[in-house]
């Protein structure tokens, strides 16, 4: 290999080269069943996502400046090219989440949002299965019905908060687990109370979701189990129980 091969093999990808790889990702996609618009949000988010850690990741280095102080004029300097960069990821890592997220699906009704996607749905079961499994063992409900009631739930947000919102479900159980703790030992898997009747979400993964909402945005949420025509005896039961 001569110097500049080896010089090519340690340059940064070009966009031919990532698009390249973008493609071929969602091939693979589809010939797992997944469509080509669910793969390239997907994949949108992923470069969202690591657009918006080196943003972090700068502005958090950038605040502490140089590592030796070499006079005023330069370490003012190099604060300020830090923000600038940071500035331009943080503006970047926007961008892309604002692509990721932009759909041309038809809303589910007149003055609603974005109709929830299935890959929406599986994200977020994605995210709440292992969350609900700190608390329980097995899911007792039908999954099918689990995600009908994890649809209800993305529905009160925008497609930039559903993107977010794992990190949002996995902050809420971080600060309420105590409590979530109690109430799964009273009415969930393993307790006396069955799983068909008003407290049967505590014994399905979408429990914990609906759970961050009731806590979150109560009224939204009420609104679209309406629209979904979910059981109310649900819903009431596990307000009851958080409460």
Not at 38 to 45: S, T
Not at 90 to 105: F, I, N, Q, T, W
Not at 125 to 149: G, I
């Amino acid at each position: 290999m001569d110097t500049t091969e080896r010089e090519d093999g340690r340059r940064q990808l070009d966009a031919v080269s990532v698009h390249n790889a973008k493609q071929t990702l969602v091939r693979f996609l589809g010939r797992a069943g997944v469509g080509a618009d669910d793969a390239a949000e997907l994949i949108g988010l992923v470069e969202a996502g690591a657009l918006a850690l080196a943003h972090e990741r700068v502005d958090e280095t950038g605040r502490r400046g140089p590592s030796a102080p070499k006079g005023e004029a330069y370490d003012t300097g190099w604060l300020d090219g830090a923000q600038a960069a940071a500035d331009t990821l943080g503006e970047l890592a926007r961008r892309a989440l604002r692509d990721a997220v932009a759909s041309p699906a038809p809303e589910h009704s007149a003055g609603a949002g974005p109709r929830v996607t299935r890959m929406q749905v599986e994200r977020a079961k994605v995210a709440v299965v292992p969350l609900y499994r700190s608390f329980a063992a097995d899911s007792d409900l039908d999954p099918e019905v689990s995600d009908q009631v994890l649809g209800a739930v993305l529905a009160t947000m925008d497609p930039a908060r559903r993107a977010a919102y794992p990190g949002r479900l996995a902050a809420f159980v971080a600060d309420h687990r105590e409590r979530l703790e109690r109430l799964y030992a009273r009415f969930g898997p393993g307790s006396p109370v069955p799983v068909h009747g008003r407290y049967s979400l505590v014994h399905s993964p979408a429990g914990v979701a609906v759970l961050e909402r009731l806590a979150t945005a109560p009224a939204e949420l009420r609104r679209e189990w309406d629209t979904a025509e979910l059981p109310p005896a649900w819903l009431d039961g596990l307000t009851t129980a958080w409460g």
